[in-house]
């Protein structure tokens, strides 16, 4: 497992953008296939995104789609979340995760065993 660390949520009003980075510590970050995730109040948590760990493959929920971006730097150990054109069914806890890296699309939760705490975003109308 790694230790994640989100960091880039807050207030933004719809039509914004918003940048979250997810550290990770470890050596082994550029073997793991990275994922974010939210929960908004009384909803499950949802995938938003995932990349696989060379960056060839990425993957987006349809509701993000053309709005999001998800990149990592592995130099950095860090994978980031780019939010364009923010509306307000966006709000949410925003939770990074990380999981071993087998040629696969990883986007359900219970594949991924190493979670961020989260950051809060939210977007006002």
Request: overall charge positive.
């Amino acid at each position: 497992q790694v230790q994640l660390v989100e960091s880039g949520g807050g207030l933004v009003q719809a039509g914004g953008s918003l940048r979250l980075s997810c550290a990770a510590s470890g050596r082994t970050f550029a073997s793991y296939a990275m994922g974010w995730f939210r929960q908004a109040p009384g909803k499950e948590r949802e995938f938003v995104a995932t990349i696989s760990r060379n960056r060839g493959n990425t993957y987006y929920s349809d509701s993000v789609k053309g709005r999001f971006t998800i990149s990592r730097d592995n130099a950095k150990n860090t994978v980031y979340l780019q939010m364009n054109s923010l509306k307000p069914e966006d709000t949410a806890v925003y939770y990074c995760a990380a999981r071993p890296d087998y040629s696969s699309t990883y986007y359900r939760s219970w594949e991924y065993d190493s979670w961020g705490q989260g950051t809060q975003v939210t977007v006002s109308s």
